[in-house]
Structures are given as C-alpha cells and as structure tokens.
C-alpha cells in the first residue's frame, strides 16, 4: 500500500517510472486548478490522468499528445485571451468535469470517472473537492498561479505565497488512502507550488504522522536549482535557500526519508543528522529509463521493492 503525493510535470515524469513497479493511489494538488472561459480546468489532475493513460504531452509536460488548438483559434478571433494553450482534446477533459461538477458531483468522484474512461485503473484523488487556489502577491499585483506561470512568464518578483487550501478539509478518500499507506512518497515536485498546498489542508500531515509510516520525499532541486519550472526562483524570493536541506526543513516532522542527487551527496551528513534516512541517486529525469532508475532507487530506499 503507498501513496504519492504530486503535482503536475515534474511528477509525472517520476511516474513515468514509478508506474512500472508500484500502484500508489495518487493524491493529487488542486492549487493550481483555474477557472478559464467558464471551465474547470485542473492542470495537475489532468497531467497525472494522462500520464497514467500514456496520453501526456511528454515533450512539454502538460495537455494530451498530438492535440490540435482549433478551439483555442477560434476563440482568439472572437478577440478573447488565449495564453492558456488549451488544447482541444484537453478542452473536452475540462468541459466534461464542467458539466459533471454542475450535476453535483464531487471533483473526487468525477476524476475517478474520466480516468477510468481513459483506462486508467489507479485511484486519482484531487487533494480537496474545493476550489482552493494558490495565489501569489507579486511586484505587479496578486496573481493566481497559472497567471503568474503562464500569463507572467513566471517573471514577477514573489513577495508572498497564499494557500486558499489552508484550513480547508482533504477529502476522505485522500485521508483514507494516506493513512492505510505503509509508505507515502513525496514526488519531485515544487514546494511551494505543489506540495505546499496539500500539507495545507486540513488532516494531511496527520495522516501522513499516522502509524509507522516511512515517508520519503525525491527531491525536486540539486546543486540549488531546480530540474524545471519556477521552484528556485520562488523560494529564493521567499527568502529560502533553493537546497534539498531546504526540502527538509519544509517537510519537517513528516520525512523518514529524503532521495537527493549525486551532487548533493554532501548534504547528506547534515540530513542524517536531523534523523533522516539520505539516499542518492543521478536524479536526472530526462528519459524513461531515467524515471524508471530514480523510481526503483525510491522504492529500495523505503524498502518497497
Ligand atoms: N503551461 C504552460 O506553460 N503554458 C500553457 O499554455 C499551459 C496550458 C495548460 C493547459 C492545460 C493544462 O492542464 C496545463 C497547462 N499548462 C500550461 C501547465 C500548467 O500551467 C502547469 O504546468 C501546472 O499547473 C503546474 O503543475
């Protein structure tokens, strides 16, 4: 029995691997889910479904393999945005869970639905039901995620990260699946942006403190810089020094384990000192034998393979 808690692209491509060994249910952040043209879309549910459905555009690591943009086009000449590069097929992904969530069904319920349509066999659990989004206060006002990511660039400098998660209750199934576990592994995945607003919801980290579970994280950074995406800026703006000793610091309390990079193995004393176990490995996810080999290194780690 484990878990894996994740985000979006950089998870998946340790999924890429993990999925070959093990069958986690997968608990899922939901603070970058975003409201665009009228329609739920849910980038780190949707990159995790269809990184199990072996449909994800592996090249960018979002939206579905060989999609077409016609939807997008056309929108763009009714004069309306289009920096939401939502593809078409992707658009119909969003559209059913709209239309789902408007005959009351629970966002839960609803991604066990559409995956299961994809083939997908493996429990996918949105973190929480609620709309419960990250928001960032920046130098050029307060932004939603994708806002900042995608629309910004990722540019704006952050002076604050806001967790609309915070406070709010994890679904049950969530609860449930991270308490049964015998081993919960944290995916390389941005701290702050992924991670973070799961730990934020009500009753995750003491379900992850539940019984005698090992809980190992994979780091996203070596040598202070993240693999992808904006985790080193955003926590260097945060004050945080972008490091695997960072990592730790942030999951304190939770984390029995910690899988970093060969060039951080000088961390390691420091880590094992702090009472955890430090295992290492080339973290390089780049190909599927890559994901396939930082995957199994995680699972010796905690003693699941
Ligand atoms: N990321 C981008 O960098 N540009 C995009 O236009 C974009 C569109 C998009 C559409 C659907 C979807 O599910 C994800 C999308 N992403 C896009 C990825 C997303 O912004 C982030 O990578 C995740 O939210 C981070 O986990």
Redesign the pocket.
């Known amino acids: 029995l484990l878990a894996l808690l994740c ?4 998870s998946a491509k340790f999924l890429r691997g993990l999925k070959q060994l093990a069958n986690p249910a997968l608990i899922v ?1 939901v603070g ?1 889910n ?1 409201w665009f043209y009228g329609l739920y ?4 549910v ?2 995790i479904t269809y990184e199990m459905a072996d449909l994800l555009d592996e090249s ?4 579905i393999r060989d999609d077409s943009f016609n939807a997008l086009a056309q929108l763009g000449r009714y004069g309306l945005d289009t ?5 078409d097929r ?1 658009l119909a992904t ?1 559209l059913a869970r709209t239309f789902l969530l408007g005959q009351g069904l629970r966002l839960t319920e609803i991604s066990g639905r559409l995956a299961r349509a994809l083939g997908v066999r493996a429990a996918i659990l949105p973190a929480s039901d609620d709309y419960a989004p990250t928001l960032l206060e920046t130098d050029v006002g307060l932004l939603h ?2 806002e900042f ?2 629309r910004e660039g990722g540019r704006p400098r952050v002076r604050k990260v806001l967790y609309r998660t915070e406070g709010r209750p994890a679904t049950e199934e969530a609860l449930a699946a991270l308490r049964e576990a015998r081993a919960v592994i944290i995916a390389p ?2 701290p702050i ?2 991670i973070g607003p799961i730990l934020a919801l009500e009753g995750i980290r003491e379900a992850l403190a539940h019984g005698q579970k090992k809980v190992i994280a994979v780091s996203p950074l070596r040598r202070g810089e993240a693999y992808s ?1 904006p985790a080193a800026k955003l926590m260097r703006e945060l004050g945080l020094e972008p490091s695997s000793a960072t990592l730790a610091r942030l999951y304190k309390g939770m984390l029995t384990h910690l899988l970093v990079d060969v060039e951080d193995e000088g961390l390691a004393v420091e880590l094992r000192r702090a009472g955890i176990e430090v295992a290492v490995e080339d973290l390089t996810l780049d190909t599927a034998n890559d994901s396939l080999r930082v995957a199994r290194k995680c699972l010796e780690a905690i003693g699941e393979l």
């Open positions: 985000g979006g692209s950089g952040n970058d975003y879309v849910c980038p780190d949707d990159i960018k690591g979002w939206g920096w939401f590069q939502l593809g992707d969003c995620l994708q990511w995608v995945a941005n942006t992924s995406g």
